[in-house]
């Protein structure tokens, strides 16, 4: 069957003043046991994936901490993107094992012949059926955390905690807007305004981080929440790809005390950096096609294994010893 090749963000998510326009999520029916909702069935669903994208990685991460993995498939792409789209050159025979596809657009046409944007990850495949059924990034952990509770792990952690849903949206909204998307922002704008508007933007928006993290060892106090995976996804690749490719360099997150000694004591927590590929996050924007290095030249740092240095927030706890979830 013929399929739509995968287009770059460039080329058509850009407004007329030059500024990234994220295309809208067009498979977004939720997870639930309402009419017209997804069921929740093990073993029905693949999760796409690659370990470039942070959109994704999210995901894996929920997954891991719930243990969900063991109740939905997963499916790695090669971080490196195609003109055809993501690929799963990967896997044996270079087709994913379970869908038997080549390029992720193949399923966005067996589902939507008709379907014109951009094959993204993550995408959520119903099996059975042989079609996308979810690619709706910003809500699909909270269907992980909620809907899925019945496949929980034994005690698993509350990542998304019914008194602080409320606080916990308003949050990710800033964190996607400013900052998950504001690398993007500057990195595909095609004006000098556009990039300089998102760039400042981003900064003020990781100051204001930096303090809020000096008071609280998480972004909710001593346990770690969804919006503790979403901004942790963005300061994992900062230092790798988004300083280098996306010219976001008025700081490193190394320079951030608070930022930083966050994200690593999050790397250090089983979930976050046994499923962060530092290899694979530099191949995808420095090789990939986000990228301008017509001689694929990969830099040979960051040194990555800083991650594994000690961290300061357990002084932020009021027990040191007290477990992240």
């Known amino acids: 069957m013929e399929y739509k090749a995968a287009t770059s963000e460039s080329t058509y998510e850009i407004t007329g003043t030059g500024e990234f326009n994220r295309q809208k999520n067009r498979f977004v029916t939720p997870f639930g046991d309402g009419k017209g909702e997804l069921p929740v069935e093990a073993g029905r669903y693949r999760l ?16 891991k901490l719930l243990e969900l993995d063991n109740v939905i498939s997963i499916g790695t792409a090669n971080p490196i ?3 055809k789209g993501w690929e799963f050159s990967l896997d044996e025979g270079g087709v994913d094992p379970v869908l038997k596809i080549r390029y992720l657009p193949e399923i966005y046409t067996l589902t939507d012949i008709n379907y014109t944007g951009r094959a993204t990850v993550p995408t959520v495949v119903d099996v059975k059926a042989r079609k996308v059924v979810n690619n709706d990034y910003f809500k699909l952990t909270n269907y992980w955390e909620t809907a899925w509770k019945p496949f929980h792990k034994a005690n698993a952690p509350d990542l998304y905690p019914e008194n602080l849903r409320e606080e916990i949206d308003k949050l990710n909204d800033i964190i996607f807007n400013d900052v998950n998307n504001g690398v993007y922002k500057a990195g595909f704008a095609q004006t000098q305004e556009a990039y300089e508007k998102a760039y400042d933007t981003l ?6 981080l930096e303090e809020r993290l000096a008071k609280s060892r998480y972004l909710f106090g001593n346990k770690i929440t969804d919006s503790d995976i979403r901004l942790y996804v963005t300061l994992a690749r900062f230092d790798a790809a988004y300083y280098i490719v996306f010219r976001t360099n008025r700081n490193r997150l190394i320079d951030f005390p608070n930022l930083w000694n966050y994200a690593k004591d999050l790397y250090q927590t089983p979930g976050f950096g046994d499923t962060t590929d ?3 996050i530099k191949k995808g924007y420095q090789l990939g096609n986000v990228s301008d290095n017509p001689y694929q ?3 040979k740092g960051p040194d ?3 991650w594994n240095e000690p961290h300061d927030r357990a002084r932020l706890s009021n027990d040191p010893n007290q477990k992240y979830f």
């Open 278 to 280: 530092f290899t694979a």
């Open 81 to 83: 993107r195609t003109d």
């Open 304 to 306: 990555t294994s800083i």
């Open 297 to 299: 030249v990969l830099a």
């Open 48 to 63: 796409l994936w690659t370990p470039i994208c942070p959109w994704a990685h999210r995901q894996i991460i929920v997954l």
């Open 203 to 208: 900064f003020a928006r990781l100051d204001w």
